[in-house]
T-cell receptor, first 113, second 111 residues
Framework: DAGVIQSPRHEVTEMGQEVTLRCKPISGHDYLFWYRQTMMRGLELLIYFNNNVPIDDSGMPEDRFSAKMPNASFSTLKIQPSEPRDSAVYFCASSLAGGEPQHFGDGTRLSIL | SQQGEEDPQALSIQEGENATMNCSYK?????LQWYRQNSGRGLVHLILIRSNEREKHSGRLRVTLDTSKKSSSLLITASRAADTASYFC???????????FGEGTQLTVNP
């Protein structure tokens, strides 16, 4: 079974550039979550979707961050313009229902120089 | 702030010993879950215990839940070097449809 697929696995770019992270959830999962993980702040929920509709984006740090889910099999997280403090590992996860076990991708390690 | 707080933050044991990690939380929950994260990988779900359950087993894992104390523990018996990872608890609060993760316990099992 294919799990949650994230791309790219690694991204290194200069500050000011636009960054787009991609996620393909597990087929049939109605919920999709975007997290950010750093040593200082741990695992933070950025935004989550239910049936492609954003439900809670209160964790999105700034207007520079945006997320979309145009269909049930694809989501993007964009940072524009990127800053060095955005450097982190970004995870996508999906689940059948809101409080049920989440399946995580292997993350995108983002470095902003 | 994170709902779940794991204790200890780090634990180092010898292979074959048991490892116990604790998690405390603040609000009412539907269920509590434990996850493992190996270095450089995503979190992997281990076990879920619902609010009306007190204990659950899965292989070498034993989870307890005390809703009166708002706490849970994860016991890994007969630990192996491959159990070296970070372990997180996550709560499904009754007020929402998302999980709130703790800050994790880093477990090191020495061969």
């Amino acid at each position: 079974d294919a799990g949650v697929i994230q791309s790219p696995r690694h991204e290194v770019t200069e500050m000011g550039q636009e960054v787009t992270l991609r996620c393909k959830p597990i087929s049939g999962h109605d919920y999709l979550f975007w997290y950010r993980q750093t040593m200082m702040r741990g695992l933070e929920l950025l935004i989550y979707f239910n049936n492609n509709v954003p439900i809670d984006d209160s964790g999105m740090p700034e207007d520079r961050f945006s997320a979309k889910m145009p269909n049930a099999s694809f989501s993007t997280l964009k940072i524009q313009p990127s800053e060095p403090r955005d450097s982190a590992v970004y995870f996508c996860a999906s689940s059948l229902a809101g409080g049920e076990p989440q399946h995580f991708g292997d993350g995108t390690r983002l470095s902003i120089l | 702030s994170q709902q779940g707080e794991e204790d200890p933050q780090a634990l180092s044991i010898q292979e074959g010993e048991n490892a116990t990690m604790n998690c405390s939380y603040k609000t009412s929950i539907n269920n509590l879950q434990w996850y493992r994260q190996n270095s450089g990988r995503g979190l992997v779900h281990l076990i879920l215990i619902r609010s009306n359950e007190r204990e659950k087993h899965s292989g070498r894992l034993r989870v307890t839940l005390d809703t009166s104390k708002k706490s849970s523990s994860l016991l890994i018996t007969a630990s192996r070097a491959a159990d070296t990872a970070s372990y997180f608890c996550a709560t499904d609060e009754t007020s929402g449809s998302r999980l709130t993760f703790g800050e994790g316990t880093q477990l090191t099992v020495n061969p």
